[in-house]
T-cell receptor
């Protein structure tokens, strides 16, 4: 059981280039999330999804787009990368039973550098 | 706006000592999660606290939740070097698509 798989693990982009980060989960979780982690700023939510075909903005959505065409996949796109988007990106998924949510399973992260 | 504050942010302690990390949050919630992150690695779930008074223990770590005080604690007993890591608390809500707001993390260094 792979859990949450992120690709790629590392990437260097030039300013203005575009790329897509892929997140795949095999746990049949309903909810999926993209966070970025920066030194001294903790984890900040970029976008999230409550189910196939639905997405919503988080705390820091500007400069990013997402899609969830299949339940198991959640894609994060950068249309025109900027140095301020240099960060470590984590995908996570979760599920709820009734009103109880059991927290996140995280992917291994993508370290992105924009030069 | 929900604020989640952890303290201390940095903790250096000797092996064998006990210490407590505190997680305070500003809005009523009864969903509190603790995660561990090793340097350069991802986050892994440690504890899931889903009700007032919940207490969970795993090895030398024990987590508790007091929803009335809006406080969770992570207690470390007889610390060992392997516990060196960054610990995050996260607060969640029932009606929020399972979203959590994270504290800034407590970086723990256990020295011999």
């Amino acid at each position: 059981n792979a859990g949450v798989t992120q690709t790629p693990k590392f990437r260097v982009l030039k300013t203005g280039q575009s790329m897509t980060l892929l997140c795949a989960q095999d746990m049949n979780h309903e909810y999926m999330y993209w966070y970025r982690q920066d030194p001294g700023m903790g984890l900040r939510l970029i976008h999230y999804s409550v189910g196939e075909g639905t997405t919503a903005k988080g705390e820091v959505p500007d400069g990013y787009n997402v899609s969830r065409l299949k339940k198991q996949n959640f894609l994060l796109g950068l249309e025109s990368a900027a140095p301020s988007q240099t960060s470590v990106y984590f995908c996570a998924s979760s599920y709820s039973k009734g009103s109880l949510n059991y927290g996140y399973t995280f992917g291994s992260g993508t370290r992105l550098t924009v030069v | 706006e929900l604020k989640v504050e952890q303290n201390p942010l940095f903790l250096s302690m000797q092996e064998g000592k006990n210490y407590t990390i505190y997680c305070n949050y500003s809005t009523t919630s009864d969903r509190l999660y603790w995660y561990r992150q090793d340097p350069g690695k991802s986050l892994e779930s440690l504890f899931v606290l889903l009700s007032n008074g919940a207490v969970k223990q795993e090895g030398r770590l024990m987590a508790s939740l007091d929803t009335k005080a809006r406080l969770s604690t992570l207690h470390i007993t007889a610390a060992v070097h392997d516990l060196s890591a960054t610990y995050f608390c996260a607060v969640g809500f029932n009606t929020n698509a399972g979203k959590s707001t994270f504290g800034d993390g407590t970086t723990l260094t256990v020295k011999p």
